[in-house]
C-alpha cells in the first residue's frame, strides 16, 4: 500500500470512489487473441482516458487515441464507465475523473519498477488490493459491477 500512496494520497472522497471504479475497469479487461494487458498498457489507456477528460473539461471535444489495442480497448471502457455513472444520475465531473485516471497512471508508471514485479507490478497490487484472483480474472469478465449512487 506505501508504493501506491504518492499516487492516491491527495485525492478527493469522490476521486477516490472514481479511482477504485476505474480500477473495476481493469480488472475486467480482456485483451484480444493470446496478448496480456501490462502496466504500460494502463499507464497509456489512463493517461489517454485523462487527457481526454482534461481537453473536454475545457470545452474542446478531442479524444486521445491510445497506441496499444489492448490500451485503447480500456480507454474506451473508462469513457463508457463515466457514460454509464451519469447515466445513472450521478455527476462526474471530468476534472475529477480526469485526476483519479492520472492517480493510476502515475501508479502504473512507478509502482511495478519500486516492487520489482515486472511488467505487472501495479496490476499484480491491485488485484491483491481488489482480491481479484488474477488466474480467474484472466480467464473471462467478472460478474457483478459496481455503481456509484
Do not use: C
Not at 492516491?8 to 470512489?17: D, K, V
Not at 477504485?20 to 489507456?45: K, W
Not at 482516458?49 to 470545452?59: I, M, S
Not at 497490487?125 to 459496481?146: C, E, H, T
Request: proline residues 5%; without cysteine.
Amino acid at each position: 500500500m506505501a508504493a501506491l500512496m504518492p499516487s492516491i494520497g491527495e485525492l478527493t472522497e469522490r476521486q477516490y470512489q472514481l479511482f477504485f471504479l476505474f480500477q473495476n475497469v481493469i480488472a475486467q479487461a480482456r485483451p484480444e487473441g493470446l496478448a496480456h494487458i501490462t502496466d504500460a498498457d494502463v499507464a497509456e489507456a489512463s493517461g489517454a482516458a485523462a487527457a481526454t477528460l482534461e481537453t473536454a473539461a475545457r470545452g474542446l471535444i478531442y479524444e486521445q487515441r491510445p497506441q496499444s489495442p489492448a490500451a485503447r480497448k480500456m480507454a474506451e471502457a473508462f469513457a463508457a464507465l463515466v457514460a454509464q455513472v451519469r447515466e445513472q444520475g450521478a455527476t462526474v465531473y471530468d476534472r475529477e475523473a480526469a485526476i483519479a485516471l492520472r492517480a493510476i497512471e502515475k501508479g502504473a508508471q512507478t509502482v511495478g519498477p519500486q516492487m520489482g514485479n515486472g511488467d505487472k507490478g501495479y496490476l499484480d497490487l491491485m488485484f491483491r488490493l481488489l482480491q481479484v484472483n488474477r488466474a480467474k480474472a484472466d480467464a473471462g469478465p467478472a460478474s457483478g459491477s459496481i455503481i456509484l449512487p
